[in-house]
């Protein structure tokens, strides 16, 4: 009796034993699935959504330009009393400051090449070499380079003209975009991830099996630039008359795409 005793205990411990095991390495395999959701059996579906905005901010830039000698001082004087002219009627036209940016500012040599090709050879070492002076500087080259962001799109025309008149050399094409584009993108990735939410349940249903958790989602959005050149038309036929810009910013799409991945069941 003892020995069938002893038997059954021993019978009794190796189940427990197992069972310990068992519901150890169902915890593991759970908590595995849990922090590496790629354990499950599992599938994934993209989607995209676009959404149709129009922009609020045109953008430009202009250059002042400076050439002459090498009085130095007298350059730099002078393109920034043309530049701060310019500006200052950019702002009298009811640009704020912040949307004001200088982006460049450089100072360049011009140089003067002799022609060699009239210059009398020397005799160095006995041999008959050409003399050729090294190029001089005979001047110098300022530009300082100005963006603009105009949020009243009916005073671009004025601003784009008037920028000339007050001493701007150079008057860079207009670009148009959306200062804030967050709201038109959350309302792409709302449409894209039901979009995605419904393509997942059919490719169930055909697959005879169960949507399960959702275990991963990336994305991806895209926000390009619309770019648009000015149309030019005369509205006066006097000699000073200068053509006007018509403005059309036209619209852009903001585009998001999801990925999701989900458990199969």
């Known amino acids: 009796m003892t020995k069938i005793i002893k038997d059954l205990l021993g019978v009794s411990a190796a189940i427990v034993v197992l069972a310990l095991g068992y519901a150890a390495l169902s915890y593991v395999d759970s908590y595995s699935k849990m922090i590496q959701p790629s354990s499950f059996r599992s599938f994934s579906v993209t989607s995209d959504a676009k959404v149709t905005s129009i922009p609020d901010v045109a953008e430009f830039n202009f250059q002042v330009i400076t050439e002459g000698g090498n009085d130095m001082t007298s350059l730099q004087t002078k393109n920034t009393d043309t530049t701060n002219k310019a500006i200052a009627f950019i702002k009298s036209k009811g640009v ?43 001047g110098y080259t300022i530009t300082q380079s100005v963006n603009i962001k105009v949020r ?39 449409e894209a991830m039901i979009k995605a939410k419904a393509k997942a349940e059919a490719i169930a249903k055909t697959g005879g099996f169960s949507v399960g958790r959702l275990l991963g989602i990336q994305e991806g959005s895209q926000y390009p630039v619309y770019n648009d050149r ?25 585009s998001v795409s999801v990925t999701l991945q989900y458990e199969i069941k």
């Open 230 to 254: 000015l149309m030019m038309k005369t509205t006066a036929t006097g000699s000073e008359s200068a053509p006007a810009p018509v403005i059309q910013p036209g619209s852009q799409e903001v």
């Open 96 to 138: 704020e400051d912040r949307d004001i940016k200088t982006e460049a500012y450089s100072v360049n040599p011009r140089y003067e090449t002799s022609n060699c090709g009239i210059i009398p050879y020397s005799v160095i070492g006995g041999q008959a070499i050409k003399s050729c002076p090294p190029p001089s500087i005979v």
């Open 152 to 190: 009243d799109f009916t005073k671009i025309g004025d601003i784009v003209g008037g920028v000339v008149k007050n001493g701007a050399n150079q008057v860079g094409a207009l670009s148009f975009t959306i200062d804030d584009p967050t709201i038109a993108q959350g309302q792409a990735r709302t």
